[in-house]
């Protein structure tokens, strides 16, 4: 089937964004600024929707874990959905998404709103993103997304995909990215859309991005330099010779973390955009050690007046925070849900993981 025309979505959206604003609930007009300050202390739930159908949403129910997250100072939750694996009307290729599917995922989002948390519902992908046909795919996946929340209220964003596989060059993303963003407009011409880099949201390839100009975007970054200290053993792009890899906090270990943030910052605030800091992180296999002198510095890196501002409060992310693992805190204030200790407020952008 030959694919639309930038220019004739850019028609499109014209003639049914009229009709959309009609059918979407009215959202106060949030500026960028206001939307980032939403998203400033944020939990990623990464197997909530990784698997067609599990028991994880019962023992959120049962430990009322949005509530606990809100009382001790959270505002944002953040879910990975993986269309490889969601549950679809039929095997066929190209079957939309199941209405129970779509159902289940309301019910997260809404309970996690009436505690009055944001959600960011991101797409993952398994698949290959640089084949023509899982493109086609996830556009229609946003599409029917997209609709399916028209009407919810304006804190609820749109992540376009998280660190996804395949080789993408900047102008290749560009263009998927904005395919993604028309096709969410369609329905949601005012929601706010979170897009990042491309080659798994590099920093340094923010100022790659093209797209057109749009008030309802945020940018997207994550920072796992240097892999070979924070991607030990992680799947897919850990490798087993890094394990036992250190990060000793050297002076030169230090500047190219500070380099990196400057220039990620640097760039929003000439291009005027808001950043969103999705995973600052390293792995649990990592030195205990290394990863306290990883801890510390990534605080106070995203500390620093010039990166708070940018980031809204975010300091640092962390990746998964599961329950047998110890998790190295750099504050003596702490809190538990079931068997996981959170310390609060410290953890500005976690990832949780229940098992």
């Keep these: 089937m030959k694919r639309l025309s930038i220019g004739g979505l850019l028609a499109l959206v014209f003639i049914f964004t009229s009709c959309a604003s009609l059918r979407t609930a009215p959202t106060p007009d949030h500026t960028a600024e206001e939307a980032q300050k939403l998203l400033a202390r944020g939990v990623t739930m990464p197997d909530l929707f990784g698997q067609n159908d599990g028991p994880l949403w019962v023992t959120y129910q049962q430990l009322d874990v949005f509530r606990e997250l809100a009382k001790i100072g959270f505002d944002a939750i953040r879910i990975p959905i993986n269309l490889t694996r969601a549950q679809r009307m039929t095997t066929a290729p190209g079957a939309e998404l199941s209405e129970a599917w779509l159902a289940r995922l309301e019910r997260v989002v809404r309970q996690a709103r009436r505690a009055k948390l944001s959600v960011v519902i991101v797409a993952r992908m398994d698949a290959d993103i640089s084949d023509p046909a899982t493109q086609q795919q996830l556009i229609a996946d946003w599409s029917q997304i997209a609709w399916h929340f028209r009407s919810a209220d304006d804190r609820v964003y749109f992540e376009l995909i998280e660190n996804f596989d395949g080789e993408m060059n900047d102008a290749a993303w560009s263009r998927l990215a904005e395919e993604i963003r028309l096709a969410i407009r369609l329905s949601n011409p005012d929601r706010f859309l979170?897009?990042?880099?491309?080659?798994?949201?590099?920093?340094?390839?923010?100022?790659?991005?093209?797209?057109?100009?749009?008030?309802?975007?945020?940018?997207?970054?994550?920072?796992?330099?240097?892999?070979?200290?924070?991607?030990?053993?992680?799947?897919?792009?850990?490798?087993?010779?890094?394990?036992?890899?250190?990060?000793?906090?050297?002076?030169?270990?230090?500047?190219?973390?500070?380099?990196?943030?400057?220039?990620?910052?640097?760039?929003?605030?000439?291009?005027?955009?808001?950043?969103?800091?999705?995973?600052?992180?390293?792995?649990?296999?990592?030195?205990?050690?290394?990863?306290?002198?990883?801890?510390?510095?990534?605080?106070?890196?995203?500390?620093?007046?010039?990166?708070?501002?940018?980031?809204?409060?975010?300091?640092?992310?962390?990746?998964?925070?599961?329950?047998?693992?110890?998790?190295?805190?750099?504050?003596?204030?702490?809190?538990?849900?079931?068997?996981?200790?959170?310390?609060?407020?410290?953890?500005?952008?976690?990832?949780?993981?229940?098992?």
Excluded at 239 to 265: K, M, P, S
């Design 194 to 355: 979170i897009v990042s880099a491309a080659q798994r949201y590099n920093p340094a390839r923010l100022a790659h991005l093209d797209l057109p100009p749009d008030s309802k975007l945020l940018f997207a970054f994550s920072y796992n330099e240097p892999l070979s200290f924070t991607q030990q053993r992680a799947v897919p792009r850990g490798d087993d010779t890094w394990q036992g890899e250190l990060w000793n906090g050297t002076e030169q270990e230090t500047r190219r973390i500070e380099q990196d943030l400057d220039n990620a910052t640097r760039w929003a605030s000439e291009h005027n955009r808001k950043l969103f800091c999705s995973s600052f992180s390293a792995t649990a296999e990592a030195d205990p050690e290394s990863r306290m002198r990883w801890d510390r510095l990534r605080c106070a890196s995203l500390g620093k007046p010039r990166h708070r501002v940018e980031l809204s409060g975010l300091r640092w992310a962390g990746r998964n925070l599961r329950p047998r693992v110890a998790h190295l805190a750099t504050t003596p204030r702490q809190h538990t849900i079931g068997q996981i200790t959170l310390p609060a407020l410290e953890l500005i952008h976690i990832n949780l993981t229940l098992h």
